[in-house]
Structure formats: C-alpha cells, structure tokens
Antibody
Framework: EVQLVESGGGLVQPGGSLRLSCAASGFTFTTYAMSWVRQAPGKGLEWVSAISAGGDSTYYGASVKGRFTVSRDNSKNTVYLQMNSLRAEDTAVYYC???????????????WGQGTLVAVSS | DIVMTQFPDSLAVSLGERTTINCKSSQSVFYSSNNKNYLAWYQQKPGQPPKLLIYWASTRGTGVPDRFSASGSGTDFTLTISSLQAEDVAVYYCQQYYTTPQTFGQGTKLEIK
C-alpha cells in the first residue's frame, strides 16, 4: 500500500522558515516525481511545487517561486519543501502527492498524504 | 496559466438521483499527438485529503465505483454520479495537467437534499 506521511508543519512568524518532509513507502520512490499541493483554510487546492524522479528538474508556482525549494533524498524515500520568507497567505494544509510519472510535469496526483498544517502568524 | 472554472459551486441532490458537475478550461487541454485530454477529477471528503477519481478525462482511478463517470474534450468536461450515495458527499475538483502550473477548479460542494 502506498503511504505518504508529511511532517514539519507548525506555527511560524511572518518572515520565518519551515522545512516540511514527506516520507514515502509502498512504491518505487525513484520512479516517480512528487508534488506539493496546499489548501488554505476553507479554500480550494493550489499546486505549489514538483520535483522529478531523479531530482534534476523542479517547478514552482508563481506565488512561492524564489522563497520555497523542493528537494528529495532517494536513499531515504523522502521529499522536502524548504519554505523561507513565509507570509500570512502561506497559511494552509500542505499535502504531498505522488505524481503519475517520473517527469515533474503532465501529471495527475495519486495518492495524497494526510497533510501538515502550516500557520504563519505573529 | 490555464483557469479552470467549475459549475455549479454547490448543489444538493436526493439519494439515488443522477448528478452532473461541469468544468471548463480557459484553453484546450487536448493534446492531439496522443489524442488525450489532460484532465483529472478528485473527491475530497470533509477532513480528508483529495482522492483521485478520474484521469485522462474519462479513465476511472483504481477502486473508484462505476457510478462515477466522466466525459468531455478540449475545454468542456463533466463528472457524473449515476446514483448518489450518502458517502458521495464531498467537494469535487477538476485539475488540468496540460501545462505547468497544474491548476484546479474552485471546487463543487455536493450535499444530500
């Protein structure tokens, strides 16, 4: 069974940093790209970032580009999201998701983790 | 960016009834070289992460009940539930993966009447 378990969320002040982790199991991690998708409280879904299977290609949404960095450690079956210069509007549940291919583009997402809440507030 | 618009925003349907949710993209998500529409549907129940229902616009995901079906091409797509069950109460999202950034519709909230 595929499992994705996020961790690292919490309360952080504006301008602060957090690093999210997503531990994957139940599939050949090195074969699939991985994405982060967020959902602000009571709102819809916003794709944040994706990283290819080998980690050589990364993509970001415009709202986080230059502030967030996605990476992966294929030896640990884990993908990370380093979030810097956090703003109130970054407050959301952050989900990691398994992409449908090894490329970081042209993918649907299946499955999704349970998510981790990031709250940016003073 | 491709803008995905769903309608209605919400609807209430009686148990056993048929329901349809619509999704429109601001530009075509059909790729002629492989004859595929880059469109997925997800179901999100309260307090849960989204779950994949449909990909390639009409292919059901693993384990998805056959009362869920989807169709459409180009810019106009529909998700149909043939006979609404109580467990189908959820918010439904469409997503295009034709270009990056992948974008989602705003969601359609489905309730029982």
């Amino acid at each position: 069974e595929v499992q994705l378990v996020e961790s690292g969320g919490g309360l952080v002040q504006p301008g602060g940093s957090l690093r999210l982790s997503c531990a994957a199991s139940g599939f050949t991690f090195t074969t699939y790209a991985m994405s982060w998708v967020r959902q602000a409280p009571g709102k819809g879904l916003e794709w944040v970032s994706a990283i290819s299977a080998g980690g050589d290609s990364t993509y970001y949404g415009a709202s986080v580009k230059g502030r967030f960095t996605v990476s992966r450690d294929n030896s640990k079956n884990t993908v990370y999201l380093q979030m810097n210069s956090l703003r109130a509007e970054d407050t959301a549940v952050y989900y990691c998701a398994k992409d449908s291919s090894g490329n970081a583009v042209y993918n649907w997402f299946d499955p999704w983790g349970q998510g981790t809440l990031v709250a940016v507030s003073s | 960016d491709i803008v995905m618009t769903q309608f209605p925003d919400s609807l209430a349907v009686s148990l056993g009834e048929r329901t349809t949710i619509n999704c429109k993209s601001s530009q075509s998500v059909f790729y002629s070289s492989n004859n595929k529409n880059y469109l997925a549907w997800y179901q999100q129940k309260p307090g849960q992460p989204p779950k994949l229902l449909i990909y390639w616009a009409s292919t059901r995901g693993t384990g998805v009940p056959d009362r869920f079906s989807a169709s459409g091409s180009g810019t106009d797509f529909t998700l149909t539930i043939s006979s609404l069950q109580a467990e189908d109460v959820a918010v439904y999202y469409c997503q295009q993966y034709y270009t990056t950034p992948q974008t989602f519709g705003q969601g359609t909230k489905l309730e029982i009447k």
